[in-house]
């Protein structure tokens, strides 16, 4: 494990934990006895590292020979006709016949079910999933009565040990109720520290990090011409630092940027730029920059009552976008916290002249 200057570790891997532990998901995961909740979903803002939260925790499942599944709901098209998502064949093989092997890779469905009917013959398959926000209602729904449902309580089996880690925006996000009571929402927080992130991404090996998390490729082709150069990584800490956000996803790209113009230090800009990809991550239209810029700078605190808010339907379409956020224990809403740090760095609205 390597050091910065200040004698902080920094992990090999350009993920860094944070109120979660991969390793509490993955324990929880490997017990033969799971307690009565089978599902656990992973929530949070947009870009806060839900997908590479699933991605670590996958990698640590199939370390321990685990039955893993790996589903991408934003790349299911066509009904669910599409299955680009078994892992670790070996340990499959183990449990499936010939016969079932070939009717799972004909259908979804079937695999769902033979699989999560596999806890009978003392497998514990557990099923990722990724991309639930990409879809419409109906759509989700429909995921949750075939996919979901199925995969926790399969027909006939008395003790199913099958599970499901899903990771989505909205705590209220599922619409069956079976699942609603089945599931326990951990929230997934934003950086703590965001320039251990950015220094264990500095020095990660460049071609196992985009296995890890979704990088743009100009941030993994300078981090590659850094080689081992750790005075030009301690000079990006220290340009970016006052930058960096609680969101990844915002520091990436901030990165990016950099990268991009390294003469000129980053401004209103670059501000400007990162939330446009920020808002399109949320799956908003570009309109919601705007919003998001005059809403940041009337909520200069990031938090709100819902009685100050004058446009409620605006309110919902953010809250379910995961833009805007219930502060626990309260009944106050607020602001993702990377919003309001790059509006900050953006020049006020010039205020009108009195005659």
């Not at 929880?28 to 870009?47: D, E, K, Y």
């Not at 599409?82 to 340990?91: G, H, I, K, S, T």
């Not at 899903?166 to 951990?186: F, I, K, N, T």
């Not at 296995?211 to 000079?235: G, K, Q």
Request: include cysteine; hydrophobic fraction near 45%.
């Amino acid at each position: 494990m390597k050091a910065d200057p200040t004698s902080t570790p920094i992990p090999a891997d350009p993920y860094v934990e944070r109120n979660l532990s991969t390793k509490v998901l993955l324990d929880w995961a490997m017990a033969s006895h799971p307690n009565p909740t089978r599902m656990r979903s992973i929530v949070g803002p947009p870009g806060v590292g839900k997908t590479t939260f699933l991605r670590q925790l996958r990698e640590a499942l199939r370390q321990q020979d685990a039955a893993v599944l790996w589903l991408d709901l934003s790349i299911v098209h066509e009904g669910l006709a599409r299955r680009p998502w078994a892992e670790n064949e070996a340990v499959w093989s183990r449990y499936l016949q010939a016969e079932d092997a070939k009717r799972a890779a004909a259908s979804v469905e079937e695999f769902i079910a033979i699989a999560a009917s596999a806890s009978s013959h003392g497998m514990a398959p557990v099923l990722l999933a990724d991309g639930y926000d990409e879809l419409k209602l109906a759509e989700s729904m429909r995921v949750e009565q075939e996919i979901l449902i199925p995969f926790l309580f399969p027909n006939e089996v008395a003790n199913p040990q099958s599970r499901v880690v899903l990771a989505r925006r909205d705590e209220y996000a599922l619409s069956a109720a079976r699942l609603r009571w089945e599931d326990m929402a951990l929230t997934l927080e934003g950086l703590t520290d965001p320039a251990a992130q950015l220094w264990a991404l500095l020095r990660a090996d460049p071609a196992a990090v985009g296995a890890t998390m979704v990088v743009p490729a100009a941030v993994i082709a300078a981090i590659t011409a850094l080689d081992d150069d750790d005075d030009a990584r301690a000079a990006l800490v220290a340009a970016l630092q006052a930058m960096l956000t609680p969101n990844p996803f915002v520091n990436l790209h901030l990165l990016e940027r950099h990268f991009q113009h390294p003469a000129i230090s980053l401004g209103p800009d670059d501000c400007q730029h990162c939330l446009a990809m920020y808002v399109e991550r949320a799956g908003l239209s570009r309109d919601y920059v705007e919003v998001l810029v005059r809403r940041a700078q009337q909520y200069r605190a990031g938090q709100f009552d819902i009685s100050q808010y004058d446009d409620k339907k605006e309110l919902g379409v953010l809250v379910g976008a995961g833009v805007i956020s219930h502060v626990p224990d309260s009944p106050r809403f607020q602001l993702e916290a990377a919003v309001v740090h790059l509006v900050a760095h953006m020049p006020a609205p010039a205020q009108p002249q009195g005659n």
